[in-house]
């Protein structure tokens, strides 16, 4: 089936077109560059939520409760649910669907389950192209799941419009809040498990961090604030098995979507958001080509060598390195 | 590159027991397969709609309730109606021999009944992909 015609179908409705057209961002075939080029016009329509957090913190649950709100209100629905594969073996388990079961009869709501594949920011290469697939695919809201993450794995701020950050009680004390990386990329906490011992403690902490934060002059970056209006992050506290506090989880995100298109900052990062997915797109195919440069010339095997066998310090080579490099990646383009 | 196998493993039905699923799942995995399990208790129509969107090229159904006839069928049938009839579909767990031929004819690419070795499944596993 051609290109154009998997598009339409996938327009129209057809599970199976959609499906395979994610295989195809996930295995970056030939074909990709074509079926973006196709979509592109149908781009920004979906509204896109990520849900971030460490493992076992219910981000599973907290999306599908996320998504049973969602659809009692009408929207439409795709899940991106990413889980790690081994840096060993290359495979994965990829069990989060199992806790989305509500929906697995839903027309509305559509589940793909990816595997991180190597990529070390929480998401999964070929996640950000799902995501526009899914878009172009119709669906109102789309959830990205992220894998269960530490404290440095952030991809996700540069992929969608809306940052929840999923806490437990069990998660730490007031030091790791004031800890920088995941704690600085939320648009909203959420304390899930709050039934839990130290629920409330962990939600007053933050609490009084983020004030800390809002009261303290100079700090408070581009990404928060509109003219003299500030988003304030909110902290909210539910319950992912019987969905208490999602209600208002999504009235928060919903209010923090209308500040964003309001301040102009929706915007803003989308273009970022842009921006940052062309050179990472330019990185990845240097990475690759330079892999190939090291295996294929032999004056840069020859050097890298040199620095493998530990003779010279990577630093002393690097200048003769670069323009052998840049030589071969030219030739290479030419190629394409 | 070579690329990734898909996999569902599913238990259709109302069998609650699971173990033999998740050893099977844990063993794809260390095999290097992307390993999606749905979890128990699903309907035929479940299975077909979760294999579609996660476009798996094998699908895995586990039964010890030995109501694997009806059920396989029933799956078959909904992977046909949904265009995805170009998926494998494996039986396993507890399948006496005497429904084997029967499985066959349904179109079942390979049963494994107990007793089956690992190093057994992941080839034919890798077999069914690469043909």
Not at chain 2, 78 to 105: W, Y
Request: charged content about 25%; overall charge negative; some cysteine.
């Amino acid at each position: 089936m051609n290109i154009i015609e998997l598009i339409d179908n996938m327009r129209a409705g057809k599970e199976a077109a959609l499906a395979r057209l994610i295989s195809l961002a996930e295995r970056n075939d030939p074909q990709l560059s074509d079926v973006m080029q196709n979509i592109q016009p149908q781009l920004g329509n979906a509204y896109t939520i990520g849900i971030t957090g460490p493992p076992g913190a219910g981000k599973s649950s907290l999306t599908n409760q996320l998504t049973q709100q969602l659809r009692q209100q009408g929207y439409t629905v795709g899940i991106i649910a990413i889980d790690p594969s081994s840096p060993f073996t290359g495979g994965a388990v990829l069990g989060d669907r199992v806790r989305m079961e509500d929906h697995y009869l839903d027309p509305g709501v559509f589940i793909r389950s990816m595997a991180s594949r190597g990529s070390h920011g929480g998401l999964a290469r070929a996640a950000k192209d799902a995501i526009k697939i899914l878009d172009a695919s119709g669906k109102d809201f789309i959830l990205v799941e992220t894998v269960g993450v530490g404290q440095t794995e952030l991809d996700v701020m540069q992929t969608v419009d809306t940052v929840a950050v999923v806490l437990v009680p069990e998660g730490g004390d007031a030091i790791q809040m004031l800890k920088a990386g995941l704690m600085e990329i939320a648009d909203l906490f959420v304390v899930n498990k709050a039934d839990r011992d130290g629920a409330p403690q962990i939600v007053s902490a933050l609490k009084s961090i983020l004030h800390l934060k809002y009261t303290t002059s100079g700090n408070i970056t581009k990404r928060e604030s509109a003219g003299d209006e500030v988003w304030e992050v909110p902290v909210v506290a539910t319950q992912g098995i019987s969905g208490e506090g999602v209600g208002e989880m999504l009235a928060r995100i919903n209010r923090h979507r209308e500040f964003i298109q309001a301040s102009g900052e929706l915007e803003h990062r989308r273009k970022q958001r842009r921006r940052e997915d062309l050179l990472s797109q330019l990185q990845y195919l240097m990475r690759e080509t330079l892999e190939q440069a090291c295996e294929e010339s032999d004056d840069i095997h020859t050097l890298v060598n040199r620095v493998v066998a530990g003779d010279d310090a990577s630093h002393a080579v690097i200048g003769k390195l670069l323009p052998l490099t840049l030589d071969y990646m030219q030739n290479q383009s030419k190629k394409l | 590159m070579q690329r990734k196998i898909r996999v569902l493993i599913a238990k259709p039905g109302l069998d609650g027991h699971d173990k033999g699923a998740k050893v099977l799942v844990n063993v794809l995995r260390d095999a290097g397969m992307e390993v999606i399990y749905t979890g128990l208790h699903q309907t035929a129509e479940m299975v077909a709609r979760a294999a579609v969107q996660e476009d798996v090229d094998i699908v895995g159904l586990s039964y010890l309730s030995g109501a694997h006839i009806g059920l396989t069928q029933e799956v078959i049938n909904a992977l046909k109606e949904a265009g995805a009839d170009h998926m494998k579909v494996i039986v396993g767990g507890n399948i006496p021999e005497r429904d084997f031929s029967q499985l066959d004819t349904m179109g079942v690419a390979a049963i494994f009944a107990g007793g089956s070795s690992y190093d057994d499944i992941i080839g034919t596993f890798n077999d069914l992909v690469a043909a």
